[in-house]
């Protein structure tokens, strides 16, 4: 298994500054990717970090906007930029580990993002 | 169309009752099914995946899969308060190295004593 510690567990922004979202991995892992939960809406993937390279986005998440850093094999942080209150969200970081026939997704406790 | 749909609830049981909770998926290149039971002010837990279609079963819980219908189901014998959560049904797909997974929306349930 792997136990990942995110914080801050919650936080409450005013508009316009940025958030840095930091999660650590118990364990060394390939890949670390992140995840928006907004209320009433599935997970939804942001980006995926590899260590030593650049994020990989998906469609309708941009660099500029999450930025994130993943500078070792256990650790990661996503920046939620220029806020807007349509940032509101929780942001969940999550790790992959290969089993003998599946891979299982570990997740972070989250992080509770309200802007104001 | 969503990939994953699921209900969204609220489902609302009795303490003892079956639930039976559903997804339905329209990508058949989807490889594992999954589902996750996520507490308040929680981050998702795997409660159970299996990768063929069937039944799985582990303690009171019980995984099923159509890949025919492209269907999935999770059903919880002996429901108790604990079991009050939302469940996500989830399903990966290989993707660029890594196993893209897509969830449902999440079902909220209450398990009333």
Do not use: H
């Not at chain 1, 005013?14 to 991995?25: A, E, Y």
């Not at chain 2, 819980?61 to 989830?90: E, G, H």
């Amino acid at each position: 298994s792997a136990v990942i510690s995110q914080k801050p567990s919650r936080d409450i922004c005013q508009r316009g500054t940025s958030l840095t979202i930091q999660c650590q991995v118990d364990s060394q892992v390939t890949m670390m990717f992140w995840y928006r939960q907004q209320p009433g809406q599935s997970l939804t993937l942001i980006a995926t970090a590899n260590q030593g390279s650049e994020a990989t986005y998906e469609s309708g998440f941009v660099i500029d906007k999450f930025p994130i850093s993943r500078p070792n094999l256990t650790f990661s942080t996503l920046t939620v930029s220029n806020m807007s209150p349509e940032d509101s969200s929780i942001y969940l970081c999550s790790v992959e580990v290969q089993r003998q026939r599946n891979t299982e997704a570990f997740f972070g406790q989250g992080t509770r993002l309200t802007v104001v | 169309q969503k990939e994953v749909e699921q209900d969204p609830g609220p489902l609302s049981v009795p303490e003892g009752a079956i639930v039976s909770l559903n997804c339905t998926y329209s990508n058949s290149a989807f490889q594992y099914f999954m589902w996750y039971r996520q507490y308040s002010r929680k981050g998702p837990e795997l409660l159970m995946y299996t990768y063929s279609s069937g039944n799985k079963e582990d303690g009171r819980f019980t995984a099923q899969v159509d890949k025919s219908s492209k269907y999935i189901s999770l059903f919880i014998r002996d429901s108790q308060p604990s079991d009050s959560a939302t469940y996500l049904c989830a399903m990966s797909e290989r993707s660029g190295g890594y196993q893209k997974v897509t969830f449902g929306t999440g079902t909220k349930l209450q398990v009333i004593p």
